[in-house]
């Protein structure tokens, strides 16, 4: 049996069928469309904080996944760094800073700590996490990554970023369009929290889902 393409079409009538079997009611293709938007980043953030657990790529982000280099520029404050969020980011898997020595760039460091947004007070008031180039510690200010660096004077010319990026949607007007650009392992899996978060939707969050789809979609598609 060949492999389904999941298009609007095909996926429509496939939530349509899992709902079906758990006695859910019926829902119409925006407010499903706009719920699997919200559990495709729902996955995408569960995914993401395996890989960070784990250090290993998910095969299931594998479309999404880039890796480049973004340049680093200085701050007012020595040994402190930013580099720019990525127009189309979505989460952070690793952040590898470089040094300019002698010319040449360099890799100084052992590991990089990728901290959580509130955790840098924390940080800085530990003698024991203090960053260095050995051990820099990565902040997300903003749109900015922050790269701290301790007391290094070496300067830092780029960093190799490999983040999760944005997944592209199909457009809900065109039933052959495919719906997200994710392989079928994920599809399945995003399909079936799709129909399980809908099973339990209520009227009221029905509406809502509505009005947030035309919110969102809806002006794409005019």
């Not at 890989?51 to 402190?80: C, H, W």
């Not at 760094?81 to 040449?104: Q, T």
């Not at 995003?190 to 339990?200: D, G, N, Q, V, Y």
Request: glycine fraction near 4%; aromatic fraction near 14%; hydrophobic fraction near 35%.
């Amino acid at each position: 049996m060949p492999a389904p393409i999941y298009t609007i079409e095909y996926c429509d009538k496939y939530l349509d069928e899992l709902l079906d079997k758990m006695g859910s009611d019926y829902f119409p293709l925006d407010v499903k469309f706009g719920r699997f938007v919200s559990m495709t980043y729902d996955f995408i953030r569960e995914s993401t904080n395996y890989m960070e657990a784990t250090q290993e790529v998910s095969d299931d982000l594998k479309p999404l996944i880039i890796r480049n280099y973004f340049v680093m520029t200085p701050t007012s404050e020595q040994g402190v760094w930013e580099v720019a969020e990525p127009i189309d980011y979505v989460r952070l898997i690793s952040l590898e800073p470089f040094a300019m020595v002698g010319g040449n760039e360099v890799k100084k460091f052992k590991k990089v700590y990728i901290n959580k947004e509130g955790q840098r007070l924390v940080y800085e008031r530990d003698p024991f996490r203090k960053p260095s180039p050995i051990y820099p510690q990565v902040f997300r200010i903003g749109n900015l990554f922050e790269v701290r660096v301790g007391n290094d004077l070496d300067t830092y010319s780029r960093a190799r970023l490999s983040y999760v990026k944005h997944p592209t949607f199909g457009d809900i007007n065109d039933d052959d369009a495919i719906l997200v650009n994710l392989p079928a392992i994920a599809m399945e899996k995003i399909l079936l929290k799709t129909a399980e978060s809908l099973r339990f939707t209520t009227a009221d969050e029905t509406a809502s889902s509505i009005y947030q789809f035309d919110q969102t979609f809806g002006k794409r598609n005019k």
